[in-house]
C-alpha cells in the first residue's frame, strides 16, 4: 500500500529564510508526486507536480522540488521566504497509470513565517 | 467562477441526526472524491467516484455513504452522526478517469461539529 510521511509537522522561520520540507513516499510502482498548500481558512491549492522528465520541477510562487528516486523523496524548498507563505503544506501521490486517481497524503507540515 | 462548490460551509449537529453534505462541479470533470481534514492526520479520502454511475471507499468510509447524483454532483451523507465525525470536508474532483496523472481541484471545505 502506499503511504507517504512528512518528517516536520511544524516550522518556523524568519522571513528571507531558506525554507526545505522534506517528503517521503512508499509505493513499489511509478508514482505522481504533488505539493498542495492551504492558506489559512482556504481551500487545498496545488503548488506543484512531477508526473515524469526533469526531476526538478518549479512551482508556483517560487517554490520547486525535486524528486530523487532511490530515496523516494519529493522534498519541497523555496531559497526565501516570506510572511505570506504561512500555510500548511501536504505532499501527496498517487499510482501512475491508475484507474482512479486516488491521492494518498501526508500528514501535513504547519509553517509559520515570522516577519 | 468555474470550480468545486460544497454547501453548507459550516454545520452543527447533534449526535445521531442525519445530514448531506452536497458538492457539485462545472468543470465537466469524470472523478469526485470526498475527504475528511483532522488535525496531524492530514486528508483522508472517504468515498471517490471514478465516473458517473460509479462509487468506491476509500480509506475511512464507515459511517457515511455517497451517491452520484450525475456528472456534476457528489453528495456524502453521514445517517446517523456521531462525535467522531467532527471534521473538515472537502470534496475534490479530477478531469478524468484515468491515467492517475492529474491533480485534484478542492472544494473551500464544509465545517462539521457533531456534539
Known amino acids: 500500500a502506499q503511504s507517504v510521511s512528512q518528517h516536520n509537522h511544524h516550522v518556523i522561520l524568519s522571513e528571507a529564510a531558506s525554507l526545505e520540507l522534506g517528503c517521503n513516499y512508499s509505493y513499489g510502482g511509478t508514482v505522481n508526486l504533488f505539493w498542495y498548500v492551504q492558506y489559512p481558512g482556504q481551500h487545498l491549492q496545488l503548488l506543484l507536480k512531477y508526473f515524469s522528465g526533469d526531476p526538478l520541477v518549479k512551482g508556483i510562487k517560487g517554490f520547486e522540488a525535486e524528486f530523487i528516486k532511490s530515496k523516494f523523496s519529493f522534498n519541497l524548498r523555496k531559497p526565501s521566504v516570506q510572511w505570506s507563505d504561512t500555510a500548511e503544506y501536504f505532499c501527496?501521490?498517487?499510482?501512475?497509470?491508475?484507474?482512479?486517481?486516488?491521492?494518498?497524503f501526508g500528514t501535513g507540515t504547519l509553517l509559520a513565517v515570522q516577519p | 467562477n468555474a470550480g468545486v462548490t460544497q454547501t453548507p460551509k459550516f454545520q452543527v449537529l447533534k449526535t445521531g441526526q442525519s445530514m448531506t453534505l452536497q458538492c457539485a462541479q462545472d468543470m465537466n470533470h469524470n472523478s469526485m472524491y470526498w475527504y475528511r481534514q483532522d488535525p496531524g492526520m492530514g486528508l483522508r479520502l472517504i468515498y471517490y467516484?471514478?465516473?458517473?454511475?460509479?462509487?468506491d471507499k476509500g480509506e475511512v468510509p464507515n459511517g457515511y455513504n455517497v451517491s452520484r447524483l450525475n456528472k456534476r454532483e457528489f453528495s456524502l451523507r453521514l445517517e446517523s452522526a456521531a462525535p467522531s465525525q467532527t471534521s473538515v470536508y472537502f470534496c475534490?474532483?479530477?478531469?478524468?478517469?484515468?491515467?492517475?496523472?492529474?491533480?485534484?481541484?478542492f472544494g473551500d471545505g464544509t465545517r462539521l461539529s457533531i456534539l
Open positions: 501527496a501521490v498517487n499510482a501512475r497509470g491508475g484507474a482512479t486517481n486516488k491521492l494518498i
Open positions: 467516484s471514478a465516473s458517473e454511475g460509479t462509487t
Open positions: 475534490a474532483s479530477t478531469p478524468r478517469r484515468g491515467p492517475g496523472d492529474q491533480p485534484q481541484h
